[in-house]
């Protein structure tokens, strides 16, 4: 597949430049004389039978209701919260209102002060009687029961002015209310009768029994009882999500009455809240759930899940779709990140014209973008690519791991049967802690290597996150490990791995020299004895294993050698 027009013509090459492609040779694929002859064989029937085979799919994958999906555990299901479970951690029984603001309204008990000054002197305070009215000395009784502050204020100062029509001044306050007592009772903690005043939220006589019964209690089904009706319906996911709440004026011996929890679904995956969701009726839109759940950006899927009168139902949604979708009592929805990026971003390194950084299609190849890379064509080792790859580098690493836990378990742990054979296992111990110590303290590098042996590159299919080296031209041979000087010299046509080694001063004691490799800068590692050295190669030199336990020396040697390929690094032991 070709890379956009865009890109092309974006990375169009330089004039006298070289394009790195033409060192890139396509992955082998079936040819069409093979592809017919694979239809052909496809269509004979089975056991030697000339019948036709139905080869027509059996589901349109291709729509959105199909695909994996990571599903929770029913008993994950289960043990979901309900929206609002911490509501009742806000502490609401923390402070009791005073009871004055400006809709309370006045009932027997509660005090009134009155000041008059002018024509007439009046500084009493008042209580209201089981009438509801208040005496005023000169005046007479005023029904004030069931007024706010304001109309109070308007009553107390026309009643004082039909008597005293000039020259006076008046001024009423309420003074302190009748705390009253509202029993709290259905599926809360702790039901019983509680205290408080008048203008109290029903959250501060909840908060008081403990809360909803986080399993059984309804948050959107609280009634108010006043002499056996109804006096207000509560909803608290109104107050949960928008911060509204009914506020009637409690009288004594009210009943705040939790009902059992209704119809619920639950909500998990990418969303910001996941909880049992309460229904009011039997059934929500799928926009009614997004707004209750508050997804995560990236959010692209649903998976509804639930039982239906024809049986059990599975369907899978994208987004926009979801909106329109009935989600009923029982279901599951689980919203998922689940739309991968039409794009990989990867790196260039190394020796080349323009950006290093480039956008390309999923499925772009290596063969492909490097024909748009323009290199300069007589300082550019394009035989040398390779690609360096997290999930290469993850691979490594476990495989290191894996060898190094294998060690561990192969040679520790055995009981020693003599005093002697017991100090050589101490010491034997001690070498392969040391060993593995460092060992693990290595990084592979990831460098997957594209380059084959006939001087072609891999066309391999490229993955976001790679870093594509194409190395300058490089004259040196790199000389480390176990040789006495461990140096850089310039390569020289028609020298040996072994003549480069004496030229650096031989080998160390510890030296392994049946152990030498050689690593070409596209990182192929070979055996010494297979290598055709070239400029730009490192001979690496490994340590021998310092033990003379022969199995022990040759399982060091292979995590040595291993280590080697995964890093350009010759151990030091």
């Given at each position: 597949?070709?890379?956009?027009?865009?890109?092309?013509?974006?990375?169009?090459?330089?004039?006298?430049?070289?394009?790195?492609?033409?060192?890139?040779?396509?992955?082998?694929?079936?040819?069409?004389?093979?592809?017919?002859?694979?239809?052909?064989?496809?269509?004979?029937?089975?056991?030697?039978?000339?019948?036709?085979?139905?080869?027509?799919?059996?589901?349109?994958?291709?729509?959105?209701?199909?695909?994996?999906?990571?599903?929770?555990?029913?008993?994950?299901?289960?043990?979901?919260?309900?929206?609002?479970?911490?509501?009742?951690?806000?502490?609401?029984?923390?402070?009791?209102?005073?009871?004055?603001?400006?809709?309370?309204?006045?009932?027997?008990?509660?005090?009134?002060?009155?000041?008059?000054?002018?024509?007439?002197?009046?500084?009493?305070?008042?209580?209201?009687?089981?009438?509801?009215?208040?005496?005023?000395?000169?005046?007479?009784?005023?029904?004030?029961?069931?007024?706010?502050?304001?109309?109070?204020?308007?009553?107390?100062?026309?009643?004082?002015?039909?008597?005293?029509?000039?020259?006076?001044?008046?001024?009423?306050?309420?003074?302190?209310?009748?705390?009253?007592?509202?029993?709290?009772?259905?599926?809360?903690?702790?039901?019983?009768?509680?205290?408080?005043?008048?203008?109290?939220?029903?959250?501060?006589?909840?908060?008081?029994?403990?809360?909803?019964?986080?399993?059984?209690?309804?948050?959107?089904?609280?009634?108010?009882?006043?002499?056996?009706?109804?006096?207000?319906?509560?909803?608290?996911?109104?107050?949960?999500?928008?911060?509204?709440?009914?506020?009637?004026?409690?009288?004594?011996?009210?009943?705040?009455?939790?009902?059992?929890?209704?119809?619920?679904?639950?909500?998990?995956?990418?969303?910001?809240?996941?909880?049992?969701?309460?229904?009011?009726?039997?059934?929500?839109?799928?926009?009614?759930?997004?707004?209750?759940?508050?997804?995560?950006?990236?959010?692209?899927?649903?998976?509804?899940?639930?039982?239906?009168?024809?049986?059990?139902?599975?369907?899978?949604?994208?987004?926009?779709?979801?909106?329109?979708?009935?989600?009923?009592?029982?279901?599951?929805?689980?919203?998922?990140?689940?739309?991968?990026?039409?794009?990989?971003?990867?790196?260039?390194?190394?020796?080349?014209?323009?950006?290093?950084?480039?956008?390309?299609?999923?499925?772009?190849?290596?063969?492909?973008?490097?024909?748009?890379?323009?290199?300069?064509?007589?300082?550019?080792?394009?035989?040398?690519?390779?690609?360096?790859?997290?999930?290469?580098?993850?691979?490594?690493?476990?495989?290191?791991?894996?060898?190094?836990?294998?060690?561990?378990?192969?040679?520790?742990?055995?009981?020693?049967?003599?005093?002697?054979?017991?100090?050589?296992?101490?010491?034997?111990?001690?070498?392969?802690?040391?060993f593995v110590q460092k060992a693990r303290q290595v990084e592979p590098s990831g460098q997957l290597v594209v380059a084959r042996g006939n001087s072609n590159i891999a066309n391999v299919r490229l993955q976001d996150g790679d870093v594509i080296n194409i190395p300058e031209t490089n004259d040196a041979v790199l000389l480390s490990g176990e040789v006495t000087m461990p140096q850089a010299v310039v390569y020289t046509p028609g020298m040996s791995v072994e003549d480069y080694i004496e030229q650096a001063g031989g080998f160390t004691p510890r030296a392994d020299d049946d152990q030498i490799l050689v690593a070409h800068r596209n990182g192929a590692v070979i055996p010494a004895d297979d290598a055709r050295l070239r400029a730009g190669d490192e001979i690496i030199v490994l340590p021998a294993a310092p033990t003379s336990n022969l199995e022990l020396g040759k399982s060091i040697t292979q995590i040595l050698y291993q280590i080697a390929v995964a890093t350009k690094v010759a151990l030091d032991l």
């Amino acid at each position: 597949m070709k890379l956009s027009a865009a890109l092309v013509a974006s990375l169009c090459l330089l004039p006298g430049l070289a394009s790195a492609q033409n060192f890139v040779q396509p992955s082998t694929g079936m040819s069409q004389s093979e592809s017919e002859s694979s239809s052909a064989s496809q269509g004979s029937g089975s056991n030697g039978q000339g019948g036709e085979v139905d080869a027509s799919p059996r589901a349109n994958w291709d729509n959105a209701n199909y695909g994996p999906v990571a599903n929770p555990s029913r008993t994950q299901l289960d043990e979901l919260p309900p929206f609002g479970s911490n509501l009742f951690e806000g502490g609401f029984r923390g402070t009791m209102a005073d009871g004055l603001n400006a809709s309370y309204q006045i009932k027997p008990g509660d005090q009134i002060t009155l000041r008059a000054w002018g024509a007439v002197e009046i500084d009493r305070t008042m209580p209201v009687d089981a009438q509801g009215n208040v005496f005023i000395p000169s005046i007479g009784p005023i029904s004030v029961q069931g007024m706010n502050s304001q109309q109070l204020d308007a009553e107390m100062r026309q009643a004082i002015k039909n008597v005293y029509p000039q020259d006076v001044e008046v001024y009423t306050n309420l003074q302190g209310v009748q705390p009253v007592g509202v029993f709290v009772s259905g599926y809360v903690e702790n039901p019983g009768r509680y205290a408080g005043t008048p203008s109290d939220s029903v959250l501060y006589f909840l908060d008081q029994a403990g809360g909803i019964d986080q399993d059984l209690g309804s948050y959107r089904q609280i009634r108010v009882e006043r002499n056996g009706r109804t006096v207000s319906t509560i909803d608290l996911y109104d107050f949960l999500l928008e911060g509204d709440i009914p506020r009637p004026q409690f009288k004594d011996g009210d009943t705040i009455v939790v009902e059992e929890r209704g119809p619920s679904i639950a909500v998990t995956g990418d969303v910001k809240r996941e909880y049992r969701y309460e229904l009011q009726g039997q059934q929500l839109s799928g926009a009614d759930v997004k707004r209750l759940a508050r997804l995560n950006s990236g959010v692209s899927h649903v998976l509804l899940r639930g039982d239906r009168a024809g049986g059990p139902m599975a369907e899978y949604f994208a987004l926009d779709e979801f909106n329109g979708q009935t989600v009923q009592s029982g279901d599951e929805v689980l919203f998922s990140s689940d739309k991968r990026a039409e794009t990989i971003v990867v790196e260039l390194q190394g020796s080349f014209h323009g950006p290093s950084r480039y956008a390309l299609p999923r499925n772009a190849r290596l063969g492909e973008f490097l024909d748009a890379i323009s290199v300069p064509k007589d300082m550019t080792s394009v035989r040398d690519i390779s690609i360096l790859r997290e999930s290469v580098k993850e691979q490594q690493q476990e495989a290191l791991d894996k060898s190094l836990r294998r060690l561990q378990t192969t040679y520790l742990g055995y009981p020693a049967r003599t005093a002697e054979e017991g100090k050589i296992q101490v010491q034997q111990a001690q070498l392969i802690e040391q060993f593995v110590q460092k060992a693990r303290q290595v990084e592979p590098s990831g460098q997957l290597v594209v380059a084959r042996g006939n001087s072609n590159i891999a066309n391999v299919r490229l993955q976001d996150g790679d870093v594509i080296n194409i190395p300058e031209t490089n004259d040196a041979v790199l000389l480390s490990g176990e040789v006495t000087m461990p140096q850089a010299v310039v390569y020289t046509p028609g020298m040996s791995v072994e003549d480069y080694i004496e030229q650096a001063g031989g080998f160390t004691p510890r030296a392994d020299d049946d152990q030498i490799l050689v690593a070409h800068r596209n990182g192929a590692v070979i055996p010494a004895d297979d290598a055709r050295l070239r400029a730009g190669d490192e001979i690496i030199v490994l340590p021998a294993a310092p033990t003379s336990n022969l199995e022990l020396g040759k399982s060091i040697t292979q995590i040595l050698y291993q280590i080697a390929v995964a890093t350009k690094v010759a151990l030091d032991l």
